[in-house]
């Protein structure tokens, strides 16, 4: 579980079904780029996400439940 990470991203205005675009390991939304502006995705509703900790998205603090675990380990 993630605490008090700010995700950023880019979205597309259009009403139809949502295509989530979600980067690898290293890497940024940025990634995605021309998919958000490609003409044949007209008529969906594209997302593409920073991952937390990524590109313009907020560091990763693990929950206390995530410590807890931790140290019980």
Known sequence: MLTNASVAGW???D???TILFVHGSP???EAWTSYLTEPRLD???RIAVDRPGFG???PVE???QDRKSTRLN
Request: proline residues 17%; negative net charge; without cysteine.
């Open 11 to 13: 979205e597309t205005d």
């Open 56 to 58: 313009e998205s907020g």
């Open 43 to 45: 008529g969906y509703h």
């Open 62 to 64: 693990p929950s206390i």
């Open 27 to 29: 890497g940024s939304r």
């Open 15 to 17: 009403p139809g079904p």
